[in-house]
């Protein structure tokens, strides 16, 4: 008698799972974010010299899972998420012959220079609203997934904060002098609306953990007229609970 109810509790627990799993779902999502641009103009966002490097942010949100097809394979897993993205442009300059004609470099420190350092730290945060598609290796969402789909974002601020080092020989009197500059928050240069496209992939348990990397890749241009993108790497965990029917 005990083996039949402990058996029937088994029974009941799996298929209020199944169940919670083949309905939508509520939960939220934090993570890492690797981001940067790129495209042929990408040094007029990122500097005259040097190229563009991926920068460190974050990422946090909540997602909402609906299932497609009813035996859980198929599922649209909006999201709403606040994205801090950007890049770094950086480079180092040795050459005295190009010095004069550096305009980075400000003209009052050019006499006995010795090497020259420029280092450009920009960071955009975005409310983005991704919408990718699933398909589950496992009914009701859960196991390994893999995703694609389409992703909008308006940019909310910019900072901006640009940095120079200078060096000057042995045998110059002059000390060697870094300029850090004023914070910048000035977006006007850049589009406020973004449009890119996702691809991810990653891991969800029957309970509403989740483990998932995603790129993200820009197709609208940052600029008016010309063409720099927004690509990032995302790494994100999260946790979803039943919600609706």
Do not use: C, H
Request: hydrophobic share 35%.
């Amino acid at each position: 008698m005990k083996k039949i109810a402990l058996l029937s509790l088994a029974l009941v627990s799996a298929a209020s799972v199944a169940q919670a799993q083949s309905g939508p779902r509520l939960g939220i999502r934090v993570g890492g974010t690797l981001a940067n641009i790129n495209g042929k103009n990408r040094l007029d966002v990122g500097g005259n010299q040097g190229d563009s490097n991926f920068k460190l942010g974050y990422n946090a949100g909540i997602s909402y899972q609906i299932p497609l097809s009813s035996d859980g394979f198929w599922t649209l897993a909006p999201e709403l998420l606040y994205n801090r993205k950007g890049f770094e442009n950086s480079y180092e300059s040795k050459n005295a012959s190009s010095f004069a004609g550096n305009t980075d470099i400000d003209p009052a420190r050019r006499a006995n220079l010795e090497k020259f350092k420029y280092e450009n730290k920009r960071t955009l945060a975005y409310i983005e609203l991704p919408i990718p598609v699933r398909i589950n290796t496992a009914p009701g969402g859960s196991g390994l997934y893999f995703e694609l789909g389409p992703q909008v974002g308006y940019m909310v601020t910019s900072e901006q904060r640009v940095t120079k080092e200078y060096k000057y020989t042995s045998t110059s009197n002059t000390s060697d002098f870094k300029d850090k500059g004023p914070k910048n928050t000035a977006k006007e240069d850049l589009q406020s609306f973004d449009i890119g496209a996702l691809a991810g992939v990653g891991y969800q348990t029957a309970g509403g953990f989740s483990l998932g990397v995603r790129y993200t890749q820009g197709i609208k241009s940052m600029l008016n007229d010309q063409k720099a993108f927004n690509q990032s790497f995302t790494a994100q965990v999260g946790y979803l609970v039943p919600w609706g029917k």
